[in-house]
């Protein structure tokens, strides 16, 4: 196996008890340094002979004994520059960095936000981070969610991480506060892609991707319920879209329906602190993982930032005036 800096020149012999082995599953197996994601999409464009033929059909059944080139190039993009922007980091060592990100900072440039991201800081933090692909960025969080994420230094940290996400083996819960009386907790799967309608959003809809997400209650409140989140799957705005779903959507998620909905009696302060969080109120509050080099277990956990806690301590004071509405 030879590599370059962005070409790559993969050889190997399919091993007799690959028969009947689909390919993608076979080259996963043998070049685990590379993601299953990755691999595939090397079959697709093209990239993959078997026996010196073309084969781009992922399915593509194996006897054994078949000899497996791949000829790809690694795509290294070219990022913005570094900006000496703070990062409140959590963990830090040669291969993996935690941070808890704050709200109101984006973590990818794009269309509107070309700077100030979550990326600039990387490169200014770690400079050799520019040669990982997204600059060792694995899983994202929303401009307005906050807490941890985890972020990859090299490329074998990187692929060890996103085989992580693919296989569900990295653990991330979330608090959330909701909007509506909901009694116990639960489960949500249902398949999620893009909004027939609104292109920017995400929706609920029979041809999207698999997503599940597990929920129980942690408090409750006259109008509202605080939330314990755990995902299995990662698809973007999942958290958002799925309880939006069932009816309970993110308090201050005005994109997926959760204006402001005061119980009765609500006094003057308990009204301008709802109407005054203008965020989902999600916090990613514990990260989980197999370090890509030790192979040790790790767990890291991030306090409820200041507004957060302010909208919960504001709920329980409307609920010590008021007491439980009698449908509960």
Wanted: contains cysteine; glycine residues 6%.
């Amino acid at each position: 196996m030879t590599e370059s800096d962005n070409n790559i020149c993969l050889n190997a012999t399919v091993p007799d008890e690959h028969y009947n082995s689909r390919l993608d599953q076979s080259i996963a197996r043998l070049f685990p340094n590379y993601s299953r994601s990755k691999l595939k999409e090397w079959i697709l464009a093209g990239n993959v002979q078997v026996n010196d033929v073309k084969i781009d059909a992922p399915r593509h059944k194996l006897k054994g004994g078949e000899t497996i080139s791949v000829n790809a190039e690694q795509q290294i993009q070219v990022f913005n520059q570094a900006e000496s922007i703070k990062l409140d980091i959590v963990f830090e060592d040669d291969d993996i960095l935690i941070i808890n990100k704050p709200a109101n900072l984006v973590v990818h440039p794009g269309a509107g936000n070309p700077s100030g991201t979550v990326l600039n800081a990387l490169l200014s933090h770690y400079p050799e981070i520019e040669n990982v692909p997204r600059a060792g960025i694995v899983h994202r969080l929303d401009k307005d969610t906050t807490g941890l994420m985890v972020i990859a230094k090299n490329l074998s940290a990187q692929t060890s991480l996103v085989n992580q996400l693919q296989e569900r083996e990295m653990g991330r819960e979330y608090e959330a506060v909701v909007i509506g009386n909901m009694v116990a907790g639960g489960m949500v799967e249902s398949n999620i892609g893009r909004h027939p309608t609104k292109r920017t959003l995400m929706a609920v809809t029979a041809v999207g991707k698999p997503a599940v997400t597990h929920y129980r209650v942690k408090q409750k409140f006259r109008a509202h319920t605080h939330l314990r989140l755990k995902l299995e799957t990662g698809r973007t705005h999942q958290i958002r879209v799925h309880m939006t779903h069932i009816k309970h959507p993110l308090v201050g998620d005005i994109q997926y329906g959760g204006r402001p909905r005061l119980p009765k009696h609500a006094s003057p302060e308990f009204v301008e602190s709802l109407q005054g969080f203008r965020r989902q109120a999600l916090h990613a509050i514990q990260l989980s993982l197999t370090h890509p080099k030790s192979g040790e277990q790790m767990t890291w956990t991030a306090p409820i930032p200041k507004d957060f806690e302010q909208l919960l301590a504001s709920l329980s004071d409307d609920l010590k005036r008021n007491g439980m509405p009698d449908t509960w």
